[in-house]
Nanobody, 116 residues
Framework: QVQLVESGGGLVQPGGSLRLSCVASGSIFSIYTMGWYRQAPGKQRELVATITSGDNTIYTDSVKGRFTISRNNAKNTVYLQMNSLKPEDTAVYYC??????????WGQGTQVTVSS
């Protein structure tokens, strides 16, 4: 079973930036389409960014132009660069396969708090 470990979250002021990382165990990471999800208090988990094995990317409208997803298959790592952060971006961020129905065991996530 693949294990996922997210890191890089923290407290940042509105307009600030953070870079999240997610390391996946296992040697076949490179073939999967991966996604970054987030879950705010009292809300359902939502998929915000996706990257295919060929580095094609898709973003939900609320983060387009501000977030960038990337991957380094040699390091089994997927990244989420978050710029121009807003208070509504506050959530726990997780990575996993882009289809929740085929998700691996969820990691602990990393908390992002955007507040002045």
């Amino acid at each position: 079973q693949v294990q996922l470990v997210e890191s890089g979250g923290g407290l940042v002021q509105p307009g600030g930036s953070l870079r999240l990382s997610c390391v996946a165990s296992g040697s076949i990471f490179s073939i999967y389409t991966m996604g970054w999800y987030r879950q705010a208090p009292g809300k359902q988990r939502e998929l915000v960014a996706t990257i295919t094995s060929g580095d094609n990317t898709i973003y939900t409208d609320s983060v387009k132009g501000r977030f960038t997803i990337s991957r380094n298959n040699a390091k089994n790592t997927v990244y989420l660069q978050m710029n121009s952060l807003k208070p509504e971006d506050t959530a726990v961020y997780y990575c996993n396969r882009n289809s929740p129905a085929m998700a691996w065991t969820w990691g602990q996530g990393t908390q992002v708090t955007v507040s002045s």
